[in-house]
Every structure is written in structure tokens, then in C-alpha cells.
């Protein structure tokens, strides 16, 4: 069963504190893994794909990357405007769904 | 471009009634989908359409029916509504299910409250 883990629940920045979330997943044949960012009261604003083990993006603070088993996202030099729900999904096998996990949520303090 | 517009943006619900909730996307996509989003639970896919006239059963399509007559607008009508479908409903869409253009876009979604 296609699965995705995202940890830790919870994280606590002071700004300029550097960190990674990462995200754990089992799926049959990766199509893709995405990075979502979530706004409190908004939908998901899609920040990055990531297709093949090694695989790196960047985004302002933000760097993702993808294992075999695995992918973090680095926020480098955070700021509070940084601070949301960061989620993780994957699609896998020969199916248009992408597979969530509950989200990592990021409070960067000033 | 407005991108994935989504109405009501609130709604409340006695039990066994029923509303429709309307999605629309400007991208030309042929791909939409429902999502409910939970406390812990994070977003599980209700239904979806790989294009105008189709549509397929989620993850939790129960108590959920949808339609896609038009390529741009996709509708999720809860028949009878039960408090078990008090939840945040995000509408998304996506160019196709093809590998390097999958990624998908989600709408501001709508705050249903079943009493």
C-alpha cells in the first residue's frame, strides 16, 4: 500500500535557524513526489516535483531533494513569512493520484 | 488567470440536506479532483475526472456524488448530509496524469459544517 510519512509533526524556527523536514514514503514505481506549502484557511500552493532518486530543487530558502526512500526540504535561513503546513505527496504505479501525508507545520519565530 | 475558483467558501449544513459545491478552473486542464481535508488525517481524494463527461471514484467517495459536464467545472453534490462530512473540501486540477505534468493546483477551498 502506498504510503507517506511526514515528520517531525511539528517544527520551531528561530529566524535564520536552518532545518529539514522530511518525508518517508512507500509507493510501487515513483512517478513523481511533491512539495506543497499550506497557508492557515487556504489550499495548497504547489512549490516543487521531484522524479528520480538524487534529483535536486531550489527555491529561494527552500531546497528540495529525493532518495530512493526519502525526500527533505531544507529551509535555509528561514523567515517568518516562511512559517505554514509544508506537505508531502507521491504518485506512484500507473495512477494519476497523489498520496498525501499530514504535514509538517513550521512556525518561524522573528 | 483566476487559476481554481471554488464556491461557497463557507457553508452550513443541517443534517440530511443537501448543496452542491461548484469548482472551476481557467488552465484548460484535463484533469480535476475533490479532496476532503481532516484534523490528522491530511487530504484523501473523493473523486475525480480525467476529462469533460468522466469521472471516477477516491479514496472516500461515499455520500459524494460528481459531475463534469463542462471541461472547466467540476461539481461534488452531497445528497444527504451527515456530520461525519463536517470537513474542509479542496478542489484541484492538473494539466494530465502524465509524469512531468501532474503536479496539481488547488483551489481556497470550502469550510462545510453539518450539524
Known amino acids: 500500500e502506498d504510503q507517506v510519512t511526514q515528520s517531525p509533526e511539528a517544527l520551531r524556527l528561530q529566524e535564520g535557524e536552518s532545518s529539514s523536514l522530511n518525508c518517508s514514503y512507500t509507493?510501487?514505481?515513483?512517478?513523481?513526489l511533491f512539495w506543497y506549502r499550506q497557508d492557515p484557511g487556504k489550499g495548497p500552493e504547489f512549490l516543487f516535483t521531484?522524479?528520480?532518486a538524487g534529483e535536486e530543487k531550489e527555491k529561494e530558502r527552500l531546497k528540495a531533494t529525493l532518495t530512493k526512500k526519502e525526500s527533505f526540504l531544507h529551509i535555509t535561513a528561514p523567515k517568518p513569512e516562511d512559517s505554514a503546513t509544508y506537505l508531502c505527496?507521491?504518485?506512484?504505479?500507473?495512477?494519476?493520484?497523489?498520496?498525501f501525508g499530514t504535514g509538517t507545520l513550521l512556525a518561524v519565530q522573528p | 488567470n483566476a487559476g481554481v475558483t471554488q464556491t461557497p467558501k463557507f457553508r452550513v449544513l443541517k443534517t440530511g440536506q443537501s448543496m452542491t459545491l461548484l469548482c472551476a478552473q481557467d488552465?484548460?486542464?484535463?484533469?480535476m479532483y475533490w479532496y476532503r481535508q481532516d484534523p490528522g488525517m491530511g487530504l484523501r481524494l473523493i473523486h475525480y475526472?480525467?476529462?469533460?463527461?468522466?469521472?471516477a471514484k477516491g479514496e472516500v467517495p461515499d455520500g459524494y456524488n460528481v459531475s463534469r459536464l463542462k471541461k472547466q467545472n467540476f461539481l461534488l453534490g452531497l445528497e444527504s448530509a451527515a456530520p461525519s462530512q463536517t470537513s474542509v473540501y479542496f478542489c484541484?486540477?492538473?494539466?494530465?496524469?502524465?509524469?512531468?505534468?501532474?503536479?496539481?493546483?488547488f483551489g481556497p477551498g470550502t469550510r462545510l459544517t453539518v450539524l
Open positions: 505527496a507521491v504518485q506512484g504505479g500507473a495512477t494519476n493520484k497523489l498520496i
Open positions: 475526472s480525467v476529462g469533460e463527461g468522466t469521472t
Open positions: 488552465m484548460n486542464h484535463e484533469y
Open positions: 521531484l522524479y528520480s
Open positions: 484541484a486540477s492538473s494539466y494530465s496524469g502524465a509524469r512531468r505534468y501532474s503536479e496539481q493546483f
Open positions: 509507493v510501487s514505481g515513483l512517478r513523481g
